[in-house]
């Protein structure tokens, strides 16, 4: 039954998605990145300095900042910690015209 246990576990963990981690941007990058992806309405995807327990950053999280609140970020209905915050890019969309 252990065995069973084990191969579960090792699949489970074989079935994450596992991000491996970017460039630590400094805070002044950070907010530039999301100042300009705000006033500009963009994606952004966004690494958090935390790791799970396994020792890997959880996937991205991606979305359009609907405001800033203190030291949160607003993304749709979720707030993040700016100070959270590792890596930001800034996603491209396609125009739905050119589609």
Do not use: C
Request: aromatic share 8%; net charge negative.
């Amino acid at each position: 039954m252990s065995d069973h246990t084990a191969k579960l576990s090792s699949d489970k963990l074989n079935n994450q998605e596992i991000d491996t981690p970017k460039e630590r941007m400094t805070a002044q990058d950070i907010d530039n990145t999301l100042f300009y992806a705000y006033t500009k309405g963009m994606t952004v995807s966004i690494q958090l300095d935390e790791k799970d327990i396994n020792g890997y950053y959880n996937p991205d999280i991606e979305g359009t900042i609907t405001g800033f609140s203190d030291d949160q970020l607003l993304l749709y209905n979720q707030s993040i910690k700016i100070s959270l915050i590792r890596h930001v890019d800034l996603l491209s969309t396609s125009k739905w015209s050119k589609l």
